[in-house]
Every structure is written in structure tokens, then in C-alpha cells.
């Protein structure tokens, strides 16, 4: 009659394994739309006024408008270390550039050519097309769902750089 504590010690050791699996991550609802990042940099983002994307992906393209708005940088305030639980601030000020996100919602992962027209000090101008890398995102990690699919490009006096 030896099974009975052979099965105990069986199915103890497969409560303890159980036990040992690691829990599932969380997954949040958090927002990541697809799109493409852009920000402008150099002296054109003082003369840049209106900015439009024009986007081929998977067989389709599109016009885009990016709403453009002032970037910022981090700036520490002065901060003077008194002791190890001090604490100190930090300012956001504005580095220059002009930022913006273009929403597509059918934007695919992959090679996606970009082209733009900008109206820089009264006058239109176009920028010939790159291509962006455009990945999905995981903003909770690879354990969970899927986010949208992102690319980013910078304009330039020079044209655009992805």
C-alpha cells in the first residue's frame, strides 16, 4: 500500500511547480493610435505654418494634416541636495522645434513611403518621399495586445529624414 504516499507526494509537487509559473502581466487599456511622429527641426520650424503628409501604405495613400504644436525639453530647476530625501522639479521649455502626431488609423507596419507639403514663410513647398519604418506597438509589452502602428520622420530645410 505504498501509492498513498507516493500519490501525496506526487500531487504535492505538482501544487508547488503550479505555484512556480509566473502570473500574467497586466494589460491596460492605454492609448496607442497609428500614425506617424513628426517634428521639425532647424530655423524652419520658426517659418513653418501648415504641414501635410502625403502617405502610401499596403496599396493606399493618403493626405494627412499634422497639427503642429511647440517642442519642449526638460530643464532641472536649481537644486540644492540638502539631504537624501530632498527633492527637486524640473521645467518644460521650449527647445525649438515644432511637433505633431498624424493619425491613420489603416496605417500597416512595413516600409511605408512619406511625402510632405508645408507652406514655410508664405510659401508652399514640397519635400520629396522617404521611406519610414513603421512598427507596431506594444505598449504594455509583448505579453499583451497589440497598440497601433508607429513611424516617425523629421523635416528638415535639407528634406525629410526618417
Do not use: W
Not at 501635410?52 to 499634422?66: F, M
Not at 527633492?87 to 500597416?108: H, K, M, Q, R, Y
Amino acid at each position: 500500500m505504498r501509492s498513498g504516499p507516493i500519490r501525496t507526494a506526487a500531487a504535492f509537487l505538482l501544487l508547488a511547480l503550479a505555484g512556480c509559473t509566473s502570473p500574467s502581466p497586466a494589460c491596460t487599456e492605454i492609448g496607442s493610435p497609428s500614425g506617424i511622429r513628426v517634428v521639425v527641426v532647424d530655423d524652419l520650424a520658426g517659418h513653418l505654418t501648415r504641414l501635410g503628409l502625403d502617405v502610401c501604405s499596403d496599396g493606399k495613400c493618403r493626405t494627412v494634416s499634422v497639427e503642429l504644436t511647440p517642442g519642449m525639453t526638460t530643464r532641472a530647476d536649481d537644486c540644492p541636495m540638502t539631504s537624501d530625501d530632498s527633492s527637486c522639479s524640473a521645467t518644460a521649455v521650449p527647445d525649438g522645434t515644432l511637433v505633431g502626431f498624424a493619425a491613420i488609423d489603416e496605417l500597416t507596419a512595413g516600409h511605408t513611403s512619406v511625402g510632405a507639403t508645408a507652406t514655410i514663410a508664405g510659401k508652399q513647398r514640397t519635400f520629396d518621399a522617404i521611406t519610414v519604418d513603421v512598427t507596431t506597438t506594444y505598449p504594455n509589452g509583448q505579453a499583451c495586445p497589440a497598440g497601433g502602428n508607429q513611424g516617425s520622420l523629421e523635416v528638415r530645410r535639407t528634406g525629410l529624414v526618417g
